[in-house]
Nanobody, 122 residues
Framework: VQLQASGGGLVQAGGSLRLSCAAP????????LGWFRQIPGKEREFIAS????????YYADFVKGRFTISTDNAKKEVYLQMNSLTPEDTATYYC????????????????WGQGTQVTVSS
């Protein structure tokens, strides 16, 4: 299963970015789709996940309302809107999918997409 993440880049602290993840040619109805991030030398960290059909989101505690996960069913894409970014948000961001179980910090996904780099300058 191919998951394609995009939307990363360089942004100043306090700014916003929206990441996108597409699953071209793949039916993801009823799947759980999510986002993780990884800083070099650290473990990959769960951010958020969403049920593609119901739109029911689930967030890591550290998100604290700054990030929002959503879907566009027509485009078969999942988004991560990130606001009030800080240098500590600098990481490689990965999208992920699972056809069976909700993705959480303790329930990893079955499929991973490639990463997209987010760099927040101070």
């Amino acid at each position: 299963v191919q998951l394609q993440a995009s939307g990363g880049g360089l942004v100043q602290a306090g700014g916003s970015l929206r990441l996108s993840c597409a699953a071209p040619g793949r039916t993801v109805k009823n799947w759980y789709l999510g986002w993780f991030r990884q800083i070099p030398g650290k473990e990959r960290e769960f951010i958020a996940s969403i049920n593609y059909s119901t739109g029911d989101p689930y967030y890591a505690d550290f998100v604290k309302g700054r990030f929002t996960i959503s879907t566009d069913n027509a485009k078969k894409e999942v988004y991560l809107q990130m606001n009030s970014l800080t240098p500590e948000d600098t990481a490689t961001y990965y999208c992920a999918g699972d056809p069976w179980d909700r993705i959480t910090s303790t329930s990893p996904p079955t499929y991973w997409g490639q990463g997209t780099q987010v760099t927040v300058s101070s």
